[in-house]
């Protein structure tokens, strides 16, 4: 780490992910932000923030476990109620869904436009989205709803450009990358996990119960949590690369 890297982590340091008031949690399809971050979500309900979901994708080709003869079309409508259900279930009742299909099957301008629209509406502190820069990421949708939120994350209080989408400007402070390689910010979630686990199986088409893909996923998020916790000193954790507006722009220090 540079001399520069160091004292910048005083001067500037990173945000505290609690001290918010108004949450907005970007996924590209249902169920990324419960995987992503849902002990997070449970414990910030818990703690009386207002929390929001935007959900950009409509997940039409999940069919690997939808009940069979289910169409791309028919489990668009079933996603969105497993979506629903599982926030509801975290404590969230605000869920917006942009409605784009999945697969990478729209315009990225279109995309990024009507992601600056919901912004506007909601006007979150701070958002979260997919980390779009991990290197092994090979998912259009994620690596595409991540950069528009970063984009957005910074351009959000521009008055003119987010008009320029037909959208209200936001004051956004910062952003929090889940899925991500490098956090620099944790959440201690240990009595969250269980709600967060309860939360993926609403989303019955594609994590059923008694299946490899549910067990893979729990498996996962139970050794991320443990990793975590033993990094940050805080039994089991959440892990987030978090910028504030000061971190976003010409600090590229910021980034290691």
């Known amino acids: 780490m540079s001399l520069t890297s160091i004292i910048l982590k005083f001067a500037v340091p990173v945000p505290n992910i609690l001290k918010y008031d108004n949450y907005l949690f970007i996924g590209p399809h249902p169920d990324d932000i419960e995987i992503g971050a849902g002990s997070t979500i449970a414990k910030l309900v818990s703690l009386g923030k207002k929390v929001s979901f935007l959900i950009c994708l409509d997940g039409r080709f999940g069919l690997d476990y939808a009940p069979h003869g289910t169409t791309p079309e028919a489990l668009i409508d079933i996603r969105k109620?497993?979506?629903?259900?599982?926030?509801?279930?975290?404590?969230?009742?605000?869920?917006?869904?942009?409605?784009?299909?999945?697969?990478?099957?729209?315009?990225?301008?279109?995309?990024?436009?009507?992601?600056?629209?919901?912004?506007?509406?909601?006007?979150?502190?701070?958002?979260?989205?997919?980390?779009?820069?991990?290197?092994?990421?090979?998912?259009i949708d994620h690596l595409n709803v991540g950069t528009c939120a970063k984009n957005l994350a910074f351009f959000a209080p521009f008055k003119e450009i987010m008009a320029a989408h037909n959208a209200s400007p936001a004051n956004v402070q910062a952003i929090g990358f889940y899925m991500t390689a490098k956090p620099n910010k944790y959440v201690k979630t240990g009595k969250y996990k269980k709600k967060?686990?309860?939360?993926?199986?609403?989303?019955?088409?594609?994590?059923?119960?008694?299946?490899?893909?549910?067990?893979?996923?729990?498996?996962?998020?139970?050794?991320?949590?443990?990793?975590?916790?033993?990094?940050?000193?805080?039994?089991?954790?959440?892990?987030?690369?978090?910028?504030?507006?000061?971190?976003?722009?010409?600090?590229?220090?910021?980034?290691?």
């Open 81 to 139: 109620k497993e979506s629903i259900e599982a926030a509801n279930l975290l404590g969230v009742t605000d869920v917006y869904f942009l409605g784009f299909s999945d697969g990478g099957l729209y315009k990225k301008e279109d995309l990024f436009s009507a992601m600056a629209v919901a912004i506007g509406k909601i006007q979150p502190d701070i958002i979260f989205a997919p980390d779009p820069d991990v290197p092994s990421e090979c998912h």
């Open 196 to 256: 967060q686990l309860s939360a993926i199986l609403c989303h019955k088409s594609q994590f059923p119960a008694d299946s490899e893909a549910f067990s893979s996923v729990k498996t996962y998020l139970t050794l991320r949590s443990i990793d975590f916790g033993i990094r940050s000193f805080k039994g089991r954790a959440e892990g987030f690369r978090v910028l504030s507006r000061t971190h976003m722009h010409c600090l590229p220090e910021a980034g290691k």
